[in-house]
């Protein structure tokens, strides 16, 4: 798509816990600069008031505050099965993602039905031994999608656009498989993603969380590990 063209075949799906503090300047920063653009915000159950302040910037909300099991994976899921729009982007609510790609990612999107977005430095103040594990973490991930017959830098990406039925389908069929409550639904979806399915890769700037602070812990490593071998 051009630019001033219209974004309303694109919906904007943004998990959250206790965003309170960035989900109203994004929202609105997609509004004013993609013409038609939807948003879904998936909250899980915040415990400030990251539903209204989304719902009042002009976010369609899913709430999932009442749901049995929680998690970013689980999230997203529901956030896409929501979508009427023919192309999805997935997105964290804290400003961690520049929205600007968006054009990028949706102009892509028109040729081939997954775009990745690929971290190119992360900054992070892990002492060694973390980054060391994290460093094997994502070969073995790249080793479990080499298999599935998929090449990609950053497998563990938050960042990514997918055409709605690709996801439909691939969740149809493989529900079970994904780790509900971990965090990374790309590298679930990229493993069961169909034999020769195109990826795009568009690099972006992993910035600093706006405010609040991140929810990733232990569990979710665990998860990821677990995913390996599914
Ligand atoms: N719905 C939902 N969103 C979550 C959950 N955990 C984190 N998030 C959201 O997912 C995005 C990424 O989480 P974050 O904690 O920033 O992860 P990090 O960037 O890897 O440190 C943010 O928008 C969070 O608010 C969860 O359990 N459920
Ligand atoms: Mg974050």
Known sequence: MEKNQNYAE??????????????????????KTYKGIQIIVVDDGSKDKTQEIAKKAGAKVISRTQKEIHGLCISVIEGIQAV????????????????????????????????????EQVLT??????????????????????????????????????????????????????????????FDTLKYLPRGTKVYQVKYDFGLRAAGVSKINYKHILYYFRSLFK
Request: aromatic share 10%.
């Open 10 to 31: 694109v919906t904007v799906v943004i998990p959250t816990l206790n965003e309170e503090k960035n989900i109203e300047k994004l929202v609105k920063l997609l509004k």
């Open 84 to 119: 009427n729009t023919k192309y999805v982007i997935v997105m964290d609510g804290d400003m961690q993602h520049p929205y600007e790609k968006i054009a990028e990612f949706v102009e892509k999107l028109e040729h081939c039905p997954v775009v990745i977005g690929t971290r």
């Open 125 to 186: 103040e892990w002492p060694l031994h973390r980054r060391m594990m994290s460093k094997i973490a994502i070969a073995l991930g790249q080793f479990r999608l080499f298999i599935s017959g998929v090449s990609c830098k950053d497998i563990v990406s938050g960042f990514f656009g997918i055409e709605r039925e690709v996801f439909k389908q691939i969740i149809e069929k493989k529900y079970k498989k994904y780790e509900l409550k971990g965090y990374k639904v790309l």
